[in-house]
């Protein structure tokens, strides 16, 4: 059975006017807590920097629907700092292949810890991303394959591409382009610019 609650008029019109203070401080607490919670989740990504969103690219043995497609590569989100050399902080991430969670989800890269210092320096000019790396040649002795090879060129430009301004990667190791492309059994001719080391020493 249900017993009805009766309230007399001014003392409702008084419990009305509590409720209603109570729900201002409420929603107040609530609007700041929740404007807290944003800047510090925000904040954990990065300290106090600003940070932006990007993608690098790895191959995932899920995703994938044929399994013969060395260059079927997926995106991941990352955080880099919000800074104008985004280019070059996206590279270090990829470097530093999947993490655990990516790993356990189906991701793979022949990138991992052992290559998180493998970028010297990238450039970008004319549409043209000058990528110079350091020289880790055994790390990446799988690289050099056909199919290693379409991995890690698929991994390395989708990661690039994302960013308007590139439209084609160029690659060197310790500044000689030669010497990546005799790696990869690839001849110098127009399509790298005859491996000519000028444009990788320019600052």
Known sequence: MVVPIRIPVAASKTWCANLGAMTLV??????????????????????DKAVAAVK?????????????????????????????????????????????KESEAGYWSFFSDETAGLLKRVR?????????????????????????????????????????????VLYAIEGDPRVFYDWMNEACGPDNQDCDPFPFSKR
């Open 124 to 168: 970008v000019e004319n549409g043209i991303a000058y990528l110079d790396l350091k020289d880790m040649r055994q790390i990446l002795s799988a690289a050099t394959s056909s199919c290693g090879s379409a991995a890690f060129y698929s991994q390395v430009e989708h990661t690039l591409r994302q960013f308007p301004a590139i439209k084609k």
């Open 56 to 100: 690098v690219y790895f191959y995932n043995e899920r995703l994938a629907t044929d399994p013969t497609d060395c260059a079927a590569t997926f995106a991941v989100e990352r955080y880099v700092p919000a800074t104008p050399d985004r280019v070059t902080a996206t590279l270090r991430s990829l470097f530093r292949g999947p993490t655990p």
């Open 26 to 47: 409420t929603v107040t607490v609530l609007v700041f807590v929740t404007l807290i919670s944003g800047c510090t989740s925000k904040r954990g990504v990065a300290g």
